[in-house]
């Protein structure tokens, strides 16, 4: 569907981001966005630097309030050292995820804003800071288990899952970070509405604080706190 590019960077405007600890203007997004391949006539107007693909000069025409966006599924960053705007388009929710939780995503340190926009929404989702390189390798690992998920295939992806936390306990990771970073995991497929693999995420997590019957299951001896 297409969306109203106005009212999309009126909601990015409105929101606060911790992270510049501010909001943007409606100017300077339509000044410097720069905008997806689908999308990309939309760049026609600004000056783009070859090698690194950021604008270097900002369109200097007002925005036509009947300007639409294609699609339904968006993502948009900001890198602030650069500066850089960008409005990425993906196929679905799943994409969306995978983008976020990647390693150019919300745990990249160079990445100042990340926020998912679905079917014209603005969704915020809190970047998690300082993050451990074994805190990254955990959610690149437990990712992966994510997207091989299907109907038929719970039970053994969480074991896999169960293992994964045991080799991650062992490299020292400790059950409260562990957990902080599993359920960060799951606040994105919840923010999502990703249900079925929200539900395996909340699987691990109850392998890692002891909220399960089966203790046989506990990766460490005692419940969490």
């Known amino acids: 569907m297409n969306y109203n590019l106005i009212a ?3 909601q990015l405007s409105t929101t606060f981001f911790k992270e510049i600890e501010g909001n943007f203007t409606i100017q ?12 990309s006539l939309l760049n026609d107007t600004l000056q783009i630097h070859q090698a690194s693909g950021v604008p270097t000069k900002g369109r200097n025409i007002e925005l036509d309030k009947n300007t639409s966006i294609a699609g339904d599924y968006y993502c948009f960053t900001y890198i602030d050292h650069q500066p850089s705007y960008h409005l990425q388009k993906v196929k679905s929710p799943d994409d969306l995820a995978n983008l976020l939780l990647s390693k150019s995503g919300i745990t990249n340190m160079f990445t100042t804003v990340i926020t998912p926009i679905v ?3 603005i969704l915020q989702i809190t ?8 805190e990254s390798e955990l959610i690149n690992e437990i ?3 994510i997207n091989c998920f299907d109907d038929s295939n719970f039970d053994k992806l969480a074991k896999k899952g169960h293992s994964c936390l045991v080799k991650y306990k062992k490299f020292g990771l400790s059950q409260q970070d562990t957990y902080d970073t599993v359920h960060f995991i799951a606040k994105v497929y919840q923010t ?3 249900e079925a693999k929200s539900d395996l995420v909340h699987e691990f997590l109850d392998y890692i604080s002891g909220y399960i019957g089966d203790k046989k299951r506990w990766i460490w001896s005692n419940q969490l706190l």
């Open 8 to 10: 999309v960077l009126q």
């Open 28 to 39: 300077e997004l339509w000044e410097w966005m720069l905008f997806d391949q689908e999308n």
């Open 119 to 121: 079917k014209g929404k």
């Open 127 to 134: 970047k998690k800071e300082n993050l451990t390189q074994m």
């Open 143 to 145: 990712q992966q288990l």
């Open 192 to 194: 999502l509405d990703l």
